[in-house]
Structures are given as structure tokens and as C-alpha cells.
């Protein structure tokens, strides 16, 4: 069974920078593909961020690039998402999830199979 738990949200200002953490239990975390993903309220789940198992490729939603970085430490099951110029409409509970498909899939929510509880990450103005 795999678990994931996010961590690092919290509240920043306009400008600032968080980064989010989501450990993973399980032998098998380096034969994942990982995601984050956010939900404001009153809004779907978007995409965020992805990386392939390896950390070799990653995809980032147009609304992040430049600003996020997904990472991960395949040696303490974990992968990270480095939040910097923080917008207002960055303003959402972030989680992670953990999935086996590659590529432009990894945008897709239906593709992951295991998700944490998420973190909250609130900009203020």
C-alpha cells in the first residue's frame, strides 16, 4: 500500500516562495511517475506539475512554468515542488499523487492511482 503525505504549505505573501513536500511510503516510490495537482474552492483539480520516475522529464502547467520546479529524491522517497513568485491565484490545497503512466498523460488526473490528503498554500495581497 503506498501513502503519501504532503507537508510545507502555509501562508505567504504575494512575491514569496514555499516549497511543498510529499513523502511517500513503499519500496516501489522510484518506479512512479509522481504529480501535483491543486483545487481552489469552487474550482476542478488542475494540474500543476509532473515527473517521470526518473526525475529525467517533467511537465508543468502553462499558469506555473518558470516559477514552479518539480524534483525528487528517489533515496528518501520524496518529491518536492519549489513555489516561487507566488501569485493570489496560486491559492489552493496542492496534493501529490503517485501513478505509472509517462508522458502528457501525467496531466491527466485519472491517470494516478494513489493521492495524499493535501497541503494548503494561501497568498495573500
Known amino acids: 500500500q503506498v501513502q503519501l503525505v504532503e507537508s510545507g504549505g502555509g501562508l505567504v505573501q504575494v512575491g514569496g516562495s514555499l516549497r511543498l513536500s510529499c513523502a511517500v511510503s513503499g519500496r516501489t516510490f522510484s518506479s512512479y511517475s509522481m504529480g501535483w495537482f491543486r483545487q481552489a474552492p469552487g474550482k476542478e483539480r488542475e494540474f500543476v506539475a509532473a515527473?517521470?520516475?526518473?526525475?529525467?522529464?517533467?511537465y508543468y502547467a502553462d499558469s506555473v512554468k518558470g516559477r514552479f520546479t518539480i524534483s525528487r529524491d528517489n533515496s528518501k522517497n520524496t518529491v518536492y515542488l519549489q513555489c516561487n513568485s507566488l501569485k493570489p491565484e496560486d491559492t489552493a490545497v496542492y496534493y501529490c499523487a503517485a501513478g505509472a503512466y509517462v508522458g502528457r498523460e501525467l496531466t491527466n488526473p485519472k491517470r494516478y492511482t494513489n493521492w495524499g490528503q493535501g497541503t494548503q498554500v494561501t497568498v495573500s495581497s
Open positions: 515527473s517521470s520516475w526518473s526525475g529525467g522529464s517533467t
